[in-house]
């Protein structure tokens, strides 16, 4: 299994990026996709998934509205489309990927150790929101 985020870069407050995930190794199609993201001494936080049976998509509050996932099966990608971009959003963000169904359902991405849910982890693309 191999995940391999891009995307990620310096923007000014206001401002979005995209971010992807391009997947190998795996049935794509049936997996739960996740994006984390994680600032030095603190834990990775849960952001959004979306699970392979149904497309269902979650959100944890803090970006509620303001990000939006989507997976294009066909090219075995997920993306993380980062509107309204704030300071406080800079950080490490990770995709990752599992077949469980507690990876992605109500309420998992808010749950502590919500990351421990996931197998397979990308390397991580640096975003920094700053003027």
């Known amino acids: 299994v191999q995940l391999v985020e891009s995307g990620g870069g310096l923007v000014q407050p206001g401002g979005s990026l995209r971010l992807s995930c391009a997947a190998s190794g795996f049935t794509f199609k049936n997996y739960n996709l996740g994006w984390f993201r994680q600032v030095p001494g603190k834990e990775r936080e849960g952001l959004s998934c979306?699970?392979?049976?149904?497309?269902?998509?979650y959100y944890t509050d803090s970006v509620k509205g303001r990000f939006t996932i989507s997976r294009d099966n066909a090219k075995n990608t997920v993306y993380l489309q980062m509107d309204n971009l704030q300071p406080e959003d800079t950080a490490d963000y990770y995709c990752a990927t599992d077949w469980r169904d507690y990876s992605c359902k109500v309420g998992s991405l808010g749950l502590p150790g919500s990351s421990e849910r996931y197998k397979y982890w990308g390397q991580g693309t640096q975003v920094t929101v700053s003027s």
């Open positions: 979306t699970r392979g049976d149904d497309g269902s998509t």
